[in-house]
């Protein structure tokens, strides 16, 4: 019995610390997102891309991340910043390293916008190893630009040939 809730209690303490991320990882956790979110609304697939752990540009060509940003930045655009919520961290430890998934929220015309972020800690350095967007400001399609107005004229419209004068005679049967 004893030894059943030693083993137990080992349990619930080494979940418990596996499910948390240090100070100093939230810390580069947070600084890689907001150049993340920084770079995505510039529309810079390259630094997203070129700068995400390995794992992820063995998986998504550079073509892959350009379209992906294409298509997130304008839909983004309406939006509030994103926020972090706070307690919703998840880590993952194994061979392949310590992953981290935070999930921000934005306010969005649509209504709440969820991203969920994956970073890579080494040497306690966080690098985007993925990313999720949920929301229906997603699916939605962007508004349209607004043409510029026109920077000249419009041409006048031809002069019309006057009116042939109206006749009041009648004519016999």
Do not use: W
């Not at 907001?34 to 550079?62: C, K, N, V, W």
């Not at 690098?127 to 949920?134: E, K, P, Q, S």
């Amino acid at each position: 019995m004893n030894r059943t809730r030693a083993l137990l209690c080992a349990t619930a303490l080494s979940v418990a610390l596996g499910a948390c991320a240090s100070r100093e990882d939230m810390t580069a956790i947070e600084a890689a997102a907001e150049a993340f979110h920084a770079e995505l609304a510039e529309g810079d697939a390259r630094t997203i891309h070129d700068t995400a752990a390995e794992a992820y540009r063995q998986t998504t060509s550079f073509e892959q991340s350009e379209r992906l940003v294409a298509f997130f930045k304008p839909r983004l655009a309406p939006c509030e910043p994103p926020v972090r919520v706070k307690n919703n961290v998840s880590t993952n430890y194994s061979t392949s390293g310590n992953f981290v998934t935070v999930v921000y929220q934005r306010q969005c015309p649509l209504g709440v916008m969820t991203e969920t972020l994956t970073f890579l800690i080494k040497d306690d350095v966080a690098t985007l190893a993925g990313f999720n967007f949920n929301g229906d400001q997603i699916m939605s399609e962007p508004a349209a630009p607004v043409a510029p107005a026109p920077t000249s004229p419009a041409p006048a419209a031809p002069d019309l040939p006057p009116a042939s004068p109206p006749t009041d005679a009648k004519t016999p049967i």
